[in-house]
Each structure stands twice: as C-alpha cells, then as structure tokens.
C-alpha cells in the first residue's frame, strides 16, 4: 500500500532449462512442516512433531540456509533433507543504505517476480520492516504511485517470510535475539492489498510470531487494510495482529475518488467493521492512515470531521505528508497546514503523529516507487535523483 515498490522485468529473453526447485520449508507452519517431512519419507510420523521442531528453531531462531549447519540432526537425516528439501534465500539483486538509515532491498523470489522491502529505523520500538503481501495491486488509490501497478499475483508465506529473513540477514539479528532488537515491528505497508491474500498473510503472522523462532509478538505486527470490510473479522481472528486502516477522507464522495474500494464498502460499513474488530480497545488501538493532500483532505472541517467519524473508535492517526510522483495531481499540503490539522486531533483526543518521510534519496518514501517495467531501472533512476 506505502512505501514499497516491485520490479517486473520480463526483457531478459528466455531462461534455460531448470531443474524444478526443492520446496522450501521457510514458508511452512508448524503443522505444514511435520506434513512435508513425513510426505518425503524423510522422517517417520511418529518422530515428525520432534523433528520439526528441531529445524523450526535451526531455520527460523538461529536463521541458518544450509541444512549441514543443524550439527544435533543425524548426517543421514541431513543428507536426505538436503536431496529432498531447500531452505535456502531469494536473491537479493539490490541493496541501498539511505543517509537516513532506510534500508531497502530488491529481492528476486522468483524468475521475473521481483519486490522491494524497506526496513526504517527508530519505528515501533527500534526499527520496522514493511512488507508486501501481493505482487501489484488491485486497488488504484488515486494518490499513489505503487497502486497504479496491475495485479501479477499473491505472494506465498515463504515469499512473505523471506523479506523478514533477508532483512535480518542483512542487520546481523541471528539467532532471534530477546533484546536490543533492531527489527521490532512488521508492518504490512507495502505493496497489495493483505486482506485479498488473508490465508498466507496469516501464515506469514503465524511464522514471524512463533516464540521459538523469529518471535515477533503479534502485537508488533501490524497489518494495514484500504478497508475489505468481509475480512476484518478473519483478519482479528486467524492474526491477533493490530490493525491499520488507509482512511485519507471523512466522507464517501472523496473517498472514492482517493481509494475507490470506498465505492464497494463505503465510510458507514467500514466503520460498523471496525467497531466489530476482535481484540479492539485502548490497549489494541487501530491506526488510521491519512496522507495529506493539498486543497483536498487538509482543512481545518476536514479534521473536525475526522474527529467525529472515529468517535468512540479507540485510535491513533498518522499522518502522512505525500511525497509527489511525476505524473500526479496532487501535492502536499504545507507544513504548517499538517500541523494545525494534527492539533485539531489533538484536541478531540487522539494522538496524531506526523510520519516524517524516510528513504526519499533511493525512493523508498511513501507512495513513490512503482513497477520497474513501467519505468527506468532503479540504477538510472538513481542517477536521475
């Protein structure tokens, strides 16, 4: 939905002949795991809950991509997992280091199938990660850049599990440490829509918040929605995760200009499902995401408006000053017109911080980026920058 871009490049002619992958276990639940093991006749079924959650903590608590490393499974048990299974990495075609920290990272999961990842520093409790959950997007919020992209396709949970682990590869946060963590949080922020994808979505949760592995608490996974009003339910029941919403207007008429899923379930129905959330409290707050656009959603009415739309809703709302793309109509609101919208907030009770824009120097702010296919690749649009 925000900052993260993909990169589809079909213009490298025919790819020789492969040999099929292995199916990669980092993907799988638990329960999925233990299945494939015994599937493979690596492991019988009476061992394959013991075995399972040995390569559940070698895999996803110490983060090794080479099953010779698992030094308390058996030589032969290894050597047939090795012939049977992967547990290897996407490749990362391209890594840049913001002068901010930002860190972004382009990742092949995939022939021709490429997303980027962007990890932001001193976010949540010490850095976030924003992950995509779809290649593309169906949405067409009229504001963004990364949501003019058509839809190529879910992302699997392994796909989504793999931008946590090359981000973690990347920061040095082998094995999973219990403090002074660097990655703190998840956000589901990137691109596509999470709930068109809930099933591996919350797969993806279920791996990223395994105590044993990754251990991110559901509570620092945060899933961000333009508002499948169906889903929100699953959503707060398969998850625990904590909630987001991409709001940017008070009333039906702009938002369906700004995000046309409005059109489908507008203002009324999406704040029926909110209220409805599982888990919804002052502990469990929801977050509203309002990016401000110049003349259209910034004034001083529109704010009051916000606050009376949310009353009742335990919330805090960010707020997102837009950073431009060519093309666009918009642009952003001022500076102090941001501020005096967010001391109307204020006032009416909520928090309302203002995201300060990340990453703009390798266009991983916000909005910005938007499928390689469609533009220069990323190293001339550097230079362009």
Known sequence: MFPLGVTLDLSRGPA?????????????TRVELAAALVAAEVVPAAKAKMRAGQLWRWIHHYGVTDFAAMTDVAKETRAALAGAFAIDRPEVVERQVSKDGTRKWLIRTAPGI??????IPDVGRAGALC??????CTLNCTFCHTGTQALVRNLTAAEIVAQVQVARDDLGEWPSPKEDRRL?????MGMGEPLYNLDHVAAAIDIIADGEGIAISRRRITVSTSGVVPELQALGEKTQAMLAISLHATNDALREKLVPLNKKYPLAELMAGIRAFPGLSNARRVTFEYVMLKGVNDSPAEAKALVQLLKGIPAKINLIPFNPWPGTEYTCSDWGTIEAFAAILNRGGYASPIRTPRGRDILA???????????VRASARRKLA
């Open 131 to 136: 992950v995509s959950s779809q290649v593309g």
């Open 184 to 188: 703190s949080n998840v956000v589901f």
């Open 365 to 375: 702010a916000c909005g910005q980026l938007k499928s390689e296919s469609e533009k």
């Open 16 to 28: 020789s002949p492969l040999a099929p992958r292995k199916p990669n276990l980092s993907g799988l």
């Open 114 to 119: 490429e997303i980027e990842t962007v990890y």
